[in-house]
């Protein structure tokens, strides 16, 4: 199991940029995808962004260009760097890890509040 901790989010102005970071724990050397999922009110848990063990990188449609996913080697460290961001980009941002075989057992962290006035 991988524990995960997030933490950078809060309150910024519409156009304004904030970084999430994820601290890793755990069984790191198994861990094959990490992710940021995020949660709006009355909408369900959305992928945003995600990164591979080989660094193969997917985002959604939504923040293609604004938002940037990386990652240390080591995978104790996730990270967002979210700009121009927009009221629509309001929610929980969760972090998000997985290990083969994908789907069985993933980690959650608790998620980190992202509000964005316009």
């Known amino acids: 199991q991988v524990q995960l901790v997030e933490s950078g989010g809060g309150l910024v102005q519409s156009g304004g940029s904030l970084r999430l970071s994820c601290a890793a724990s755990?069984?790191?050397?198994?861990?094959?995808?990490m992710a940021w999922y995020r949660q709006a009110p009355g909408k369900e848990r959305e992928l945003v962004a995600q990164?591979?063990?080989?660094?193969?990188?997917t985002y959604v449609d939504s923040v293609k260009g604004r938002f940037t996913i990386s990652r240390d080697r080591a995978w104790n460290t996730l990270y967002l760097q979210m700009n121009r961001l927009n009221p629509e980009d309001t929610a929980v941002y969760y972090c998000?890890?997985?290990?083969?075989?994908?789907?069985?057992?993933?980690?959650w962290g608790r998620g980190t509040q992202v509000t964005v006035s316009s």
């Open positions: 990164i591979t063990r080989d660094d193969t990188i």
């Open positions: 755990g069984r790191l050397f198994a861990v094959y995808v």
């Open positions: 998000h890890a997985d290990s083969p075989p994908l789907g069985t057992n993933p980690s």
